[in-house]
């Protein structure tokens, strides 16, 4: 059990969910907002770079274990219009992954530095499906765990 704002809150409760889900956005959000600064350098920083696609993928796992937990928990008292959106979400995160693994087996270290301005194109538009992901399961995922959380 951990204390949330002096209020005892389950772990894997809606309340709990909600918070790391949260967590987990906001750290992914971060991460991206750290890619801006980099992708806007006309010279790529490759350490850092390297450094911040590394922590972006460890941001990425615990969200998808957040939206997992979350995805996990609604299911079980989900109607059939919430099994609807549920599965857009898991749709969207299913074809996210599949276009990071892609752009990830594509653009190692030595392709990134030798092909900056092309690979700052594609990762801008990897980051706006990963901006539309985060939309979505907040859209989705937000109020079906407010609507269970206590």
């Given at each position: 059990?951990?204390?949330?704002?002096?209020?005892?809150?389950?772990?894997?409760?809606?309340?709990?969910?909600?918070?790391?889900?949260?967590?987990?956005?906001?750290?992914?959000?971060?991460?991206?907002?750290?890619?801006?600064?980099?992708?806007?350098?006309?010279?790529?920083?490759?350490?850092?770079?390297?450094?911040?696609?590394?922590?972006?993928?460890?941001?990425?796992?615990?969200?998808?274990?957040?939206?997992?937990?979350?995805?996990?928990?609604?299911?079980?008292?989900?109607?059939?219009?919430?099994?609807?959106?549920?599965?857009?979400?898991?749709?969207?995160?299913?074809?996210?992954?599949?276009?990071?693994?892609?752009?990830?087996?594509?653009?190692?270290?030595?392709?990134?530095?030798?092909?900056?301005?092309r690979h700052r194109s594609a990762q801008?538009?990897?980051?706006?499906?990963?901006?539309?992901?985060?939309?979505?399961?907040?859209?989705?995922?937000?109020?079906?765990?407010?609507?269970?959380a206590g």
């Open positions: 059990m951990h204390i949330i704002s002096r209020k005892a809150v389950a772990e894997n409760s809606a309340d709990w969910l909600l918070i790391e889900l949260k967590n987990a956005h906001q750290r992914v959000l971060s991460g991206l907002e750290k890619l801006d600064e980099l992708l806007a350098r006309p010279t790529p920083d490759l350490q850092s770079y390297l450094a911040l696609r590394r922590e972006l993928s460890s941001a990425s796992r615990a969200r998808s274990s957040a939206v997992q937990a979350a995805h996990d928990h609604i299911i079980e008292h989900a109607d059939q219009a919430a099994e609807v959106e549920l599965s857009r979400a898991l749709h969207a995160r299913r074809q996210m992954m599949g276009l990071s693994a892609d752009h990830l087996s594509t653009w190692s270290g030595w392709v990134i530095a030798a092909n900056w301005s801008r538009a990897l980051r706006s499906h990963w901006l539309d992901l985060i939309e979505l399961e907040q859209n989705v995922l937000y109020p079906m765990l407010q609507q269970r």
